[in-house]
């Protein structure tokens, strides 16, 4: 078994056949080495251009994908910043209303974020997404309301009142519903 060869180790833009493969393979002799006076019209495979791509080889093994940050985003929406399963977990609501609005907010949210999931846009519109799904569930946990005061009532019943921000309960509310999944979402780069 041979040793990586020392000079395939830095930024090499020539790629020969008997040195990469060898030194990649770890086998010595299985590739003839190339001919003296030939080395220099070897085939290039990968040559540097200067041009540098949005996101580097290790970058995109890291990115999440748009669509996968679309898809978390909408349902800890439908899902964490909804106040009829936290009912339905207590056992006062019925599970079908707990599913149904499950469906209708992740839907609705997965809709906008699709349409907003531009790689500029997706980070912002998440945010402002889970910032409004964590006050109407304080709001609408705070009032009492029932779930059907999403679609049926104006908007501004669903918001809690700002006194209500004194008690610490509502605000570690929000800022559990709101601050977790914002900085997961921003330390996340995307493709």
């Known amino acids: 078994m041979g040793a990586l060869d020392p000079r395939l180790r830095g930024d090499d833009d020539l790629w020969l056949p008997g040195d990469s493969c060898k030194a990649w393979l770890r086998i010595e002799g299985a ?6 006076d030939n080395a220099a019209m070897a085939l290039r495979l990968f040559r540097t251009t200067g041009y540098s791509t949005l996101l580097m080889p290790g ?29 339905f977990l207590v056992g006062a609501a019925d599970w079908r209303a707990a599913a149904g609005s499950v469906a209708v907010i992740g839907g609705g949210a997965g809709m906008v974020l699709s349409l ?3 790689r500029r846009t997706l980070k912002l519109a998440v ?7 964590a006050l109407a569930a304080a709001g609408m946990w705070t009032q009492q309301l029932p779930v059907h005061t999403l679609w ?8 809690p009142a700002w006194a209500s921000f004194m008690r610490w309960q509502v605000l570690l509310l929000v800022l559990g519903l709101a601050v977790v999944p914002i900085v997961w979402a921003w330390n996340h780069p995307l493709r």
């Open 31 to 36: 590739f003839p080495a190339p001919l003296g």
């Open 59 to 87: 970058e995109t093994r890291k990115a999440t994908h748009p669509a996968r940050l679309v898809l978390w985003a909408s349902l800890w929406v439908a899902i964490a910043c909804n106040v009829a399963v936290w009912r």
């Open 116 to 118: 907003l999931g531009w």
């Open 127 to 133: 945010t402002l997404a889970v910032i409004a799904g």
């Open 152 to 159: 049926q009532g104006p908007p501004r019943t669903m918001m």
